[in-house]
């Protein structure tokens, strides 16, 4: 489903990915793991179209298509969700009225029919109980004076709503304690499914304690220098990252 | 084809002599004037006005509810380049306890009415539009909220500007009255309809009686040919609310001067406004907000859009007397520039003569938050619709605070259409 190719990008003018290989299937859910500066929030940015990350070389293909070339907004109606390490405030727009546009955009771009506000609302009450959200947050702006917590429940949410093929967790686990923790792993694994695959960025082990996934990657000064099963993550948590990029344990 | 001039009474013709008078002696405001250095008005001095013809066979009822949607049909008033409309109004908005009636047929009908009211608060002295004003004394609203009502539907006074040939000028004139313990809300709306030159000189004179409650809200949208300036003077009496809402979507070249007197204890002013620029619109809004007496409290919020080429100006005058203790001020203006030709300047104007108040204020320029576009492109909503949005949202701050929910609805959602117009 998608095929990373030699990727370069820059985040702003500063070189970062110096050529990712990549290729995640269907179905399988891929942990991508590595230090702080290695890179993971950049391929996220890359992924997603965030504007201030060019890609500079390499190719990124998504179910076939040349996902670099591709707006944000299409890739987002095409399937690819970012969860976001750092949800965005923004006062004025509401919760509800922001997902039902996003879903409606998706359904649209499918040749699907639109929802109106009745149904829409019936669906989301029913995510909404899966990550434990309170509906009255919902009623609020995009994550205005929320906590860290329901930021990440709410993305998590909006994965639930929006059903993407592809999901892009961004450190969705940081900073969250134990029980939201298990809140948010339990509704990504209800997303779990033969037609859905997932890139799971992470600083920690702990997450992929609850999302168990098919592949381990280690990125480190923007090359994935090793790869291999779930078991990979717990050595890494026993012996650090040192080992892989060369410095000293 | 000048409208035809009634008789008035003996004081209303002493008003209108005056207001020759003195506009013949300011002559129209220049940039030399400290109030006037960021607005031009020489475009105006130099065109020759003519009044607009009152007639207004080709404008259809769905037509006029299409200009001024959305309309409040209970009590609509319309006036026509400045002449009352009786057959596009809605007269049951004469039903006694609402006491909403054209000027012209005040005057008419009980000469000594307006007596020492009309004419008390407006400034001809020393503001030429307002004497020009004065001058063409004629037409406009006269709204008297009898005590102890509450009106649940707003009066819709709407001036409909349809401009000929020759550049053509209206002067509205509205008085507003909100008796002891009243609640009412007044929209007073500005719209035009065809093509040509025009301009609206409309002075709005208000008192809100001890413990009334009055939202008042100045709504313009008329097309970029006409100028527009406008001149509010308010005056609120002991524990009495007034929110006014200066909201400018249209027009070429706007002042709109507000001034608000707190002269009761207790009392408190609350100004919102909003205001859209595109392609050279230049949109000027001063205001002053006067603490006269102890414990009053005013709340000033303006919120300014600005793309392509256009110009704003904010200025906000905060008087607190010697002995107003315990005032409460606080003034924000904000301002999204959408283009890097637009520009905006917002001044304070702080005159604090009490020492134990609270007062403060503080503005703010920015841009379209990039961050806020992405998150929004990352969920497929496309990027001219988050735009939208998040400018939506930027003024929805202010828009929050009109009392009714489909107007706030249409004026964000013509802000927008608007903004896209410009552009399209």
């Known amino acids: ?249 | 084809m000048s409208a035809p001039v009634q008789s008035l009474p003996g004081w209303a013709e002493d008003l209108r002599r005056e207001g020759a008078e003195r506009l013949q002696e300011l002559g129209l405001p220049t940039t030399k004037l400290e109030a006037w250095r960021y607005t031009s008005v020489a475009s105006i001095a130099k065109t020759a006005w003519t009044p607009g013809d009152p007639r207004h066979d080709d404008v259809t009822r769905p037509e006029l509810e299409r200009l001024c949607f959305p309309v409040f049909a209970c009590h609509l008033f319309v006036f026509t380049n400045g002449v009352f409309a009786a057959d596009l109004s809605t007269l049951r908005a004469n039903a006694p306890q609402v006491g909403v009636r054209p000027l012209s047929r005040v005057l008419a009908e009980e000469p000594e009415a307006l007596r020492g009211v009309l004419g008390a608060q407006a400034d001809a002295k020393t503001r030429a539009f307002t004497a020009w004003n004065q001058r063409e004394l004629g037409d406009g609203a006269v709204v008297r909220i009898p005590e102890g009502t509450d009106l649940e539907e707003p009066i819709h006074l709407v001036f409909l500007s349809e401009p000929g040939s020759e550049p053509t000028v209206s002067h509205p004139r509205i008085l507003i009255q909100a008796g002891a313990g009243s609640r009412a809300s007044v929209v007073e709306d500005y719209v035009s309809f065809g093509e040509g030159e025009f301009l609206t000189n409309a002075v709005t004179e208000i008192s809100v009686a001890p413990n009334a409650e009055l939202e008042h809200v100045r709504l313009q949208r008329e097309a970029s040919t006409g100028s527009h300036i406008s001149a509010l003077h308010a005056d609120l009496e002991r524990d009495s609310r007034l929110a006014c809402h200066a909201i400018t979507l249209g027009g070429g070249l706007v002042r709109n001067d507000a001034e608000v007197t707190l002269l009761g204890e207790g009392a408190s002013a609350h100004l919102y406004g909003v205001f859209l620029g595109t392609g050279r619109r230049h949109i000027d809004n001063h205001t002053t907000i006067d603490h006269a007496v102890p414990h009053t409290t005013s709340e000033e919020l303006y919120k300014g859009v600005l793309d392509d080429q256009s110009r704003g100006v904010f200025h906000g005058r905060i008087i607190v007397r010697p002995d107003a203790q315990k005032t409460d001020a606080r003034q924000s203006s904000k301002n999204l520039l959408l283009s890097r030709g637009a520009e905006i300047d917002t001044k304070p104007q702080l005159e604090i003569r009490a020492d134990d108040v609270k007062c403060s204020h503080g503005s703010t320029i920015g841009q379209i938050d990039p961050d806020a576009l992405f998150y929004l492109r990352a969920r497929g909503i496309d990027e001219r619709d988050a735009r939208a949005l998040l400018t939506r949202a930027f003024v929805s701050e202010a828009t929050a605070e009109l009392r009714f929910e489909p107007l706030r609805e249409r004026v964000e959602e013509q802000l927008v259409e608007l903004l896209e117009e410009a552009h399209s």
Do not use: C
């Open chain 1, 1 to 249: 489903m998608l095929e990373i190719k030699g990727l370069h990008a820059n985040a702003g003018d500063v070189p970062i990915l110096e050529g990712i290989d990549l290729s995640v299937g269907a179905g399988e859910v891929h942990a991508l793991m590595g230090p702080n500066g290695s890179g993971k929030s950049t391929l996220a940015g890359a992924l997603a179209g965030k504007p201030s990350v060019t890609v500079t070389q390499g190719s990124v293909l998504y179910d076939g298509k040349d996902l670099i070339e591709m707006p944000p907004e299409e890739r987002a109606r095409e399937g690819v969700f970012l969860a976001f390490q750092y949800p965005v405030e923004i006062p004025g727009v509401s919760n509800l009225y922001f997902l039902k546009a996003a879903l409606n955009a998706r359904l649209k771009h499918q040749d699907l029919p639109e929802l109106d506000a009745i149904d829409f609302l019936q669906l989301a009450r029913e995510k909404m109980k899966l990550v434990e959200m309170d509906e009255a947050l919902m009623h609020r702006s995009i994550n205005e004076g929320f906590s860290g917590g329901e930021k990440k429940r709410n993305e998590v949410l909006q994965m639930t709503v929006l059903e993407p093929r592809l999901a892009i967790l961004d450190e969705t686990d940081s900073g969250l304690d134990i029980d939201a923790l298990r809140i948010v792993a339990s509704g990504v694994n209800s997303m779990r499914n033969p037609e859905r695959a997932m890139l799971v960025i992470t600083h920690y082990q702990r997450l992929l304690e609850y999302i168990v996934p098919d592949v381990v990657h280690v990125l480190a000064d923007g090359r994935i220098v090793k790869s291999g099963g779930k078991e990979l993550a717990l050595e890494l948590e026993a012996r650090g990252y040192g080992w892989l990029t060369g410095e000293a344990e």
